[in-house]
């Protein structure tokens, strides 16, 4: 009988600070802090692995064009709470905030994990695992301007304490079939927490050119999900197919804002597109499909590719899913000859085929890069000298998934030279 083996603990501390000063436009801090451990060890025929991680972070937002200097808190000088919230509630019918978009946030969040495995036979291994995640959010309004402060006849729980918890699993096995096909798959019932922005923003957003609400009371984003890998090898040629299926019982996304007649609403502040956090009900699968072929001659090897791979996202209405990737193609060349390689790839992004509604169109287009590089390494460091350029065709490119595609396309043409070193 197997006896029960430990093989292993690790334990980290990873503190982090992350500070963004946009004097133009306002400030964004976060502090966190980490604690974890891992252990790794044998139960009768599984190789288990375990992790445990706590974190602790507080997250703050300043936005006063051109006035925030520091992190503070907002007077309070006896005016009545939430007047300007409340007027725009009243006039415009949504509670448009020109103050500091969310209050503060003090976060702490537990997690577990355990991963297991075995080999079933000398080609067949069987996966399990579970994660489990125990989060509050303490939202703090000490930083929210008076007048934009949420009162509690707007909405008693606004500032509550949100505790939540999710979890996760999953099955795989994968399996070497033959000296030729192998394979992998993986079933998996997933839950993810909403972020602090997703829940409590309320406010211009400058990086994104918009105006964002939020929903404090979203749900965990759930889904069922199905994914499988296969491939076949066959002399110089090798097939590598993939396809998945997620069923979401509430996929988490953000949609522009209408009114009822279906007209793209604005903030009433900078003229922008108003957009609004939800979770639905989607459905999103897809398929890649990837050809290789490998020849040496000599000390040269050359290898040649090309890969197809299309992604449809829809909501359970029949409608579309905005910003999913559009199909695309890649064809690839290489060439390696000792520490030398070359590299020549040309990608196609089919232009947008299935837009949701009000979501503009994008057109396709054609992407040309090239490598060509030195590798080597001394008794003191390895390095890499290289000459690459992406985009040498110099099209004009837009990236579907950006919410600003339409105001910043993808960069012209670039032509690169460096030298990376690793001591």
Same mark, same amino acid.
């Given at each position: 009988?197997?006896?029960?083996?430990?093989?292993?603990?690790?334990?980290?501390?990873?503190?982090?600070?992350?500070?963004?000063?946009?004097?133009?436009?306002?400030?964004?801090?976060?502090?966190?802090?980490?604690?974890?451990?891992?252990?790794?060890?044998?139960?009768?025929?599984?190789?288990?692995?375990?992790?445990?991680?706590?974190?602790?972070?507080?997250?703050?937002?300043?936005?006063?064009?051109?006035?925030?200097?520091?992190?503070?808190?907002?007077?309070?000088?006896?005016?009545?709470?939430?007047?300007?919230?409340?007027?725009?509630?009243?006039?415009?019918?949504?509670?448009?905030?020109?103050?500091?978009?969310?209050?503060?946030?003090?976060?702490?969040?537990?997690?577990?994990?355990?991963?297991?495995?075995?080999?079933?036979?000398?080609?067949?291994?069987?996966?399990?695992?579970?994660?489990?995640?125990?989060?509050?959010?303490?939202?703090?309004?000490?930083?929210?301007?008076?007048?934009?402060?949420?009162?509690?006849?707007?909405?008693?729980?606004?500032?509550?304490?949100?505790?939540?918890?999710?979890?996760?699993?999953?099955?795989?096995?994968?399996?070497?079939?033959?000296?030729?096909?192998?394979?992998?798959?993986?079933?998996?019932?997933?839950?993810?927490?909403?972020?602090?922005?997703?829940?409590?923003? *309320?406010?211009?957003?400058?990086? #994104?050119? !918009?105006?964002? %609400?939020?929903?404090?009371? @979203?749900?965990? /984003?759930?889904?069922? =999900?199905?994914?499988?890998?296969?491939?076949?090898?066959?002399?110089?040629?090798?097939?590598?197919?993939?396809?998945?299926?997620?069923?979401?019982?509430?996929?988490?996304?953000?949609?522009?804002?209408?009114?009822?007649?279906?007209?793209?609403?604005?903030?009433?502040?900078?003229?922008?597109?108003?957009?609004?956090?939800?979770?639905?009900?989607?459905?999103?699968?897809?398929?890649?499909?990837?050809?290789?072929?490998?020849?040496?001659?000599?000390?040269?090897?050359?290898?040649?590719?090309?890969?197809?791979?299309?992604?449809?996202?829809?909501?359970?209405?029949?409608? *579309?899913?905005?910003?999913?990737? #559009?199909? !695309?193609?890649? %064809?690839?060349?290489?060439? @390696?000859?000792? /520490?030398?390689?070359? =590299?020549?790839?040309?990608?196609?992004?089919?232009?947008?085929?299935?837009?949701?509604?009000?979501?503009?169109?994008?057109?396709?287009?054609?992407?040309?890069?090239?490598?060509?590089?030195?590798?080597?390494?001394?008794?003191?460091?390895?390095?890499?000298?290289?000459?690459?350029?992406?985009?040498?065709?110099?099209?004009?490119?837009?990236?579907?998934?950006?919410?600003?595609?339409?105001?910043?396309?993808?960069?012209?043409?670039?032509?690169?030279?460096?030298?990376?070193?690793?001591?």
């Amino acid at each position: 009988m197997k006896k029960n083996i430990l093989k292993s603990i690790a334990l980290a501390f990873n503190p982090t600070t992350i500070e963004m000063d946009q004097k133009r436009y306002g400030l964004f801090g976060q502090k966190q802090s980490s604690i974890s451990t891992m252990f790794d060890f044998e139960l009768g025929m599984w190789n288990v692995k375990a992790n445990v991680e706590y974190q602790d972070s507080q997250l703050q937002v300043c936005h006063e064009h051109g006035k925030c200097t520091k992190f503070y808190d907002a007077q309070r000088t006896g005016i009545e709470d939430g007047v300007a919230l409340q007027q725009n509630i009243d006039n415009l019918g949504l509670a448009y905030s020109h103050g500091h978009p969310m209050p503060n946030i003090s976060e702490s969040l537990l997690k577990g994990g355990l991963s297991m495995s075995q080999f079933m036979d000398d080609d067949t291994e069987l996966t399990a695992a579970l994660r489990l995640e125990k989060r509050a959010i303490n939202p703090d309004s000490k930083n929210i301007q008076e007048v934009w402060l949420v009162t509690p006849e707007i909405d008693p729980n606004y500032y509550e304490t949100i505790n939540d918890v999710a979890y996760s699993t999953s099955i795989g096995i994968g399996s070497f079939v033959s000296d030729t096909l192998s394979y992998q798959t993986s079933l998996s019932y997933v839950q993810r927490l909403p972020s602090s922005t997703e829940l409590f923003w *309320n406010g211009f957003h400058h990086a #994104t050119d !918009s105006y964002i %609400f939020g929903d404090r009371y @979203l749900n965990n /984003e759930q889904s069922v =999900n199905f994914d499988i890998d296969t491939m076949l090898s066959f002399n110089a040629y090798t097939t590598k197919l993939s396809a998945f299926y997620y069923h979401f019982y509430n996929y988490i996304y953000q949609e522009p804002l209408a009114d009822a007649s279906g007209v793209l609403l604005v903030d009433p502040f900078h003229q922008s597109d108003v957009w609004v956090v939800r979770g639905v009900g989607a459905r999103v699968y897809g398929a890649a499909i990837k050809e290789s072929y490998t020849k040496k001659v000599s000390a040269h090897t050359f290898n040649t590719s090309i890969n197809l791979e299309a992604i449809r996202g829809v909501l359970f209405d029949g409608s *579309n899913l905005p910003r999913i990737p #559009t199909f !695309s193609s890649t %064809f690839t060349l290489e060439h @390696l000859y000792k /520490e030398y390689k070359t =590299n020549l790839s040309y990608k196609h992004v089919d232009e947008s085929r299935y837009e949701a509604k009000n979501e503009t169109h994008t057109p396709s287009y054609g992407w040309l890069s090239a490598l060509v590089s030195y590798d080597n390494k001394t008794s003191f460091c390895e390095y890499s000298l290289y000459l690459k350029g992406e985009n040498l065709t110099d099209s004009i490119a837009y990236n579907h998934l950006s919410f600003l595609k339409a105001t910043a396309p993808l960069a012209g043409r670039q032509i690169t030279a460096g030298l990376d070193m690793k001591f």
